[in-house]
């Protein structure tokens, strides 16, 4: 019996193809991006992208231009999840221990690495999705400022594609599953390292070598501006991860054996050569026009904006911001409304102001900083001085709180209204007078009565302040307490010892960033709690009967008590002594809150 | 007796399970983690919450490089041979920790002089909390490894608790003040509180690798226990 089988007939095959004759790599990187898209890592970094940016700007209401930014880094979960998948996917066969059958195949393990990093396409482009959702669900909820960039939109998807090349070359040159677990460690050092720690010593240019740059430059210093303020090199920085991109994944095929070996090598090059271009271009720090445009806005931002009138106030705001002066006029209308009817309504202009923002050292220097040695960028403040705006000028934020907090915001844009309305012009500066007598009761009263919400606020922000003066925390409980069952609470308490040089006491943490215009007086603030208790209307008929003697900058507390028929007002040095202070302190320091005027 | 029968295996399998041990993620894991850990503390002195945030980061990476210490490619010709599963990885385990030991001195020994770490001061609290976490941190890793390890049909071990475990960690990251693991050492109260949990953390993933590292063909403790009564009889 004869042994030997017939030859089998081999056919041969011209150069390796999938169907119909075409190369595999796309049905490849099809049939990879599916699996992908449901991989375990992939779906989890999904659901903390998606999670991180429902969480986003909640709170506020949204600048687009800022939430684009702020994609960015919601998708790094995506990313990392991204990197980790593609890393396992190209060391399927190695894990798998079919990398000896793979290699029968006609398709050549470069093709295979050129489908997985095809293939990336699809994380990124739900990493896009994702993004885009994020912003089209702030539009829908209405009053979205600014327009987003869309290179900044794109750098997202473009730091997904980025890790996922990482990781598939990763798996060529150091294939062992611990490699892309410590790769995602070592990139969130680098990322979460180089803006904080990184600027402080090497400069503010230095974070754009991170891939998701986030808006924050210093701590202390909010980074909301308008979009032609920013001076982002978004372009350049999306450039820059594209390329990188590219020649990690040209690094990557090439890993991987390729007949086309010099046309590989010429675009390895050619997208190193962009990388490094677009590096150099996205560390240059922002030109000295830009560096006068931001400085001429934070001293003179009229000149950038458009206003638009309303009755007697005209609200400016700085391009892009324009849906939020109907929120602004909500609230600016209210004191003004409430002024008795024989009062004239005063012309004001309610104006969009940024208060600080944070300097590329070198621009500082050009500006006229003297040389510290330090490289870490500078506040703005520090180098050019703060105009101080006309007296009929309202001075509105950069940002507009929503939900809980957005009530304090109110309160405190009608008390800036409110004081224009009703007191004279205080001198501003760095320890402004504080605002006190019988036109800031009066005008604190107007504020909050006319404001949604607002008498509960200037109440709790009363009570707070008593609580803490007395050493006790703030609960809820307390809160809930009326001025008169807190000073029960309160009378005996003096934990905090007197200090000589605080001066009349006001009202802190009510309104922050505008101290500079002057603080509220606790007393005053007690007297508008105490009004806001009875009904406003038969408050109204009482001012308007008293206006003009109430509002006059001589009138005393105490007379406007006696006219409102409040209980007695404590002279000054009763509320030094109350406050622990002994009768020669009390008596220096009610010296001294008569020289301030209250 | 069955474990006095295992440990009679033990001198037998130290030299194959030493060989099989994959050494160099660990002693590269090791070297990474040390070279964080020197990168971060480069500027002294440095705060304590500062140098603690760097110690875990480096605690990390080094419990990410003993994910694939259980990985064995040779599992599915052992399965047949007498020794149990978790004496197999309980002995893995255990030749790996001196080397884990070594790598805690030296993170001490970098960490000298750089803050509340420092070898030649040493007060208790932070490096005893941080000595907790380290140990709890690895035996999630190898708990982790054990339990992905479980499936019959290539198992993925390694592959998948790397992630796994890195993915845990994010999600401690962010728990809510009762829950907190990573506490700084300025909050007294909520470190104590911390550490208590690591504690539980730490047993609770010793537990979990035993249960991990039943022999999947072998019969339950309650069905042995059921087949020696029904023998009696």
């Known amino acids: 019996m004869s042994t030997h089988a017939p030859p089998l007939s081999v056919r041969p095959v011209a150069r390796p193809t999938g169907g119909r004759g075409r190369p595999a790599t796309l049905p490849l990187a099809l049939a990879e991006s599916r699996r992908l898209l449901c991989s375990l890592p992939v779906l989890c970094g999904a659901i903390a992208s998606a999670v991180l940016l429902l969480r986003a700007d909640g709170g506020w209401l949204p600048a687009l231009h800022l939430a684009a930014i702020g994609t960015q880094r919601s998708l790094l979960p995506l990313a990392a999840g991204t990197l980790v998948a593609a890393n396992l996917t190209a060391l399927r066969s190695r894990r798998a221990r079919t990398g000896e059958l793979e290699t029968s195949t006609c398709t050549p393990a470069w093709r295979r690495t050129l489908a997985y990093l095809l293939a990336l396409a699809a994380p990124a482009l739900l990493g896009g999705v994702l993004a885009v959702l994020k912003l089209l669900l702030l539009v829908r909820g209405g009053r979205a400022a600014g327009t987003p960039d869309a290179f900044e939109l794109l750098t997202g998807p473009a730091v997904i594609w980025l890790a996922g090349t990482l990781g598939v070359l990763a798996a060529r040159w150091l294939p062992s599953v611990v490699t892309a677990p410590v790769l995602v460690v070592l990139a969130a050092v680098v990322q979460l390292g180089l803006p904080t720690k990184g600027v402080q010593s090497y400069g503010l240019a230095l974070r754009w070598l991170v891939p998701a740059v986030p808006l924050e430059v210093s701590p202390t210093v909010e980074p909301e501006l308008p979009a032609f303020l920013l001076g982002r090199p978004s372009g350049a920085h999306l450039a820059f991860l594209a390329a990188a991109a590219l020649a990690v994944g040209a690094a990557a095929v090439a890993g991987a054996g390729t007949g086309a070996r010099t046309r590989l090598r010429a675009g390895l090059a050619g997208a190193v050569a962009l990388a490094l271009v677009a590096c150099a271009a996205q560390l240059q720090p922002p030109s000295r026009a830009e560096a006068d445009r931001l400085v001429a806005a934070f001293q003179h931002p009229e000149r950038f904006q458009a206003c638009h009138r309303r009755g007697p106030v005209a609200y400016c705001a700085f391009p892009g911001y324009e849906p939020w002066i109907d929120v602004w006029a909500a609230t600016v209308e209210g004191p003004l409304e409430h002024l008795p009817r024989e009062v004239a309504r005063p012309r004001l202009t309610v104006r969009q102001m940024f208060d600080d923002a944070a300097l590329d050292r070198r621009l500082a220097r050009s500006l006229g900083l003297p040389d510290s040695g330090n490289p870490g960028p500078v506040h703005l403040l520090g180098v050019v001085a703060a105009q101080d705006p006309a007296p009929d000028v309202v001075p509105v934020d950069m940002t507009w709180p929503t939900g809980p907090a957005e009530r304090d915001a109110r309160l405190a844009l009608a008390s800036r209204v409110a004081a224009r309305a009703v007191m004279r012009p205080s001198p501003r500066g760095e320890e402004p007078p504080p605002r006190c007598q019988a036109p800031a009761v009066v005008a604190l009263w107007l504020a909050a009565s006319s404001t949604h919400g607002g008498k509960e606020a200037l109440r709790q922000a009363l009570v707070t302040n008593v609580a803490l003066d007395a050493g006790l925390a703030p609960t809820p409980e307390l809160l809930r307490a009326s001025p008169a069952e807190l000073q029960r609470i309160t009378q005996h308490r003096s934990a905090i010892s007197f200090d000589p040089h605080s001066g009349y006491p006001v009202l802190s943490w ?89 | 007796m069955l474990i006095t029968r295992q440990l009679r295996l033990v001198p037998a399998l130290v ?91 030296g993170t001490l020994a970098v960490t000298a002089g750089a803050g509340p770490l420092s070898l030649g001061q040493l007060p208790p609290g932070p490096v005893r909390g941080l000595t907790l976490e380290a140990a709890a941190l690895l035996a999630a890793s190898v708990a982790l490894a054990a339990w992905c390890s479980r499936p019959a049909e290539q198992p993925p071990g390694g592959a998948a608790a790397g992630p796994a475990l890195l993915a845990l960690v994010a999600l401690a990251s962010q728990l809510p003040a009762p829950l907190v693991l990573f506490a700084t050492p300025d909050d007294q109260p909520a470190w104590q509180g911390a550490h208590e949990r690591w504690l539980a953390l730490l047993a609770a993933m010793a537990v979990a690798f035993a249960l991990a590292c039943r022999d999947p063909g072998g019969a339950s403790a309650g069905r042995r226990w059921r087949s020696r009564r029904a023998t009696a009889r």
């Open chain 2, 15 to 105: 030299r194959p399970t030493a060989r099989a041990t994959p050494w160099w993620a660990l002693l590269a894991g090791a070297a990474l983690s040390l070279a964080l850990l020197r990168l971060g503390t480069l500027e002294r002195p440095v705060e304590p919450g500062e140098l603690v945030r760097v110690v875990r980061i480096s605690t990390v990476v080094f419990a990410l490089a003993a994910a694939p210490l259980l990985d064995d490619p040779s599992e599915v010709l052992t399965r047949a041979a007498p020794g149990s599963l978790l004496l197999r990885r309980g002995l893995r385990v255990a030749l790996a920790l001196p080397l884990g030991g070594a790598w805690w001195l």
């Open chain 1, 510 to 598: 009510f309104d922050p960033g505008h101290e500079d215009e002057g603080e509220w007086g606790l007393e005053e603030a007690n007297l508008a709690v105490q009004l806001l208790e009875r009904p406003d209307a038969a408050v109204r008929a009482q001012l308007a009967r008293h206006w003009d003697e109430l509002t006059a900058p001589g009138t005393t507390r105490q007379e406007l008590a006696h006219r409102l028929g409040l209980p007695p007002v404590p002279s000054l040095e009763e509320l030094f002594t109350r406050r622990g202070a002994t009768r020669a302190q009390a008596a220096a320091a009610a010296r001294a809150a008569r020289r301030q005027g209250c």
